[in-house]
């Protein structure tokens, strides 16, 4: 097992672990955090205060997540991805190698983001997407590699984003086509 340095405040059931693997960095939890039973977090993973997870979260190794990030039940952050601040990932998210998420970001149930563009059948590296601050990513939605959702965009539920969404635009259908984002979806996400 990693050192672990949790801050004061958190929660972490018995069955969780922190800590998993052995490497050089530590595992550092910021404060008031709130560990759920089952969820895995490894070492060499730098979390902020006020982190939440649900039940059977994975949060691999070289990880960043800012201050009050929610990771919701059975998401995966596969690693070497940074994180920002007052980000919500609610269940069954997939978050590969490789992946930048800013602030103030939504991403909904089972959306799930990928970073290699021809799955073992070609060498060409991994290269996550990036969705910039103020970002909203519906469920079941599909985001390729290397594709930037733009700061305050909408990629709507089920949508299939094979280039990059444009800032305060909406992105719908597979493939997803960005259009304009209608009133009632423009401002700043509102996650508490």
């Not at 340095?5 to 939890?29: K, L, N, Q, S």
């Not at 902020?48 to 960043?64: A, C, I, N, Q, W």
């Amino acid at each position: 097992m990693s050192e672990v340095i949790c801050g004061t405040g958190c929660t972490i059931d018995d069955d969780a672990t922190v800590g998993y693997g052995t490497f050089d960095e530590p595992t550092r939890i910021g404060d008031d955090a709130t560990i759920r039973a089952g969820s895995i977090v490894y070492g060499d993973v730098v979390v902020g205060d006020e982190f939440t997870t649900g039940h059977d979260v994975l949060v691999r190794e070289g990880t960043t997540i800012g201050d009050d990030a929610l990771v919701g039940t059975k998401s995966v952050i596969d690693g070497a991805s940074a994180i920002g601040s007052h980000v919500s990932i609610q269940t069954g998210v997939y978050v590969p190698t490789e992946t930048t998420i800013g602030d103030n970001v939504f991403l909904g149930p089972n959306a799930v983001l990928t970073n290699d563009e021809y799955p073992i059948r070609t060498d060409d590296g991994l290269e996550g997407p990036t969705i910039e601050d103020g970002a909203s990513v519906g469920a079941n939605a599909t985001l390729l590699p290397g594709v930037t959702v733009g700061e305050n965009a909408f990629v709507a539920a089920g949508a299939v984003v094979t280039d990059d969404v444009p800032p305060d635009s909406l992105a719908v259908g597979a493939p997803a086509r960005a259009q304009t984002l209608p009133d009632p979806l423009r401002g700043p996400n509102r996650i508490a």
